[in-house]
């Protein structure tokens, strides 16, 4: 994958305004371009042995591949979790306005 291609980076967390402060810092540090926070996203999963059915909120990262190294590593420094969901899922194809803006707003 190219250093300059478009990627989605998901991460969630339980308390939103943590994860949207998270985002903030990541979009001033020119990590991500933007984020989008959806709030109120129901996950089940199994977690030590036990199944879990948590709310929580999801925030979808607009950035580019080479920066994906760097945000797993902030995740791993500041997210309150011990083994955060961090998840980068390529852009297959993008509005090229929209993938500039992209590629300016991050480094």
Known sequence: MADDQLVDVTVTADDADWLAEFTRRLVNEK????????????????????IHDDQQTLVILHTRAALVPAIIERANAEHPDT??????VPVVDAHPGYQ?????STS
């Open 31 to 50: 990590l991500a371009a933007c984020g989008n926070l959806i709030p109120g996203v129901r996950s089940v999963y199994r977690w030590e042995g036990q």
């Open 83 to 88: 083994t955060p969901q961090v998840i980068a």
């Open 100 to 104: 500039q803006w992209v590629i300016d």
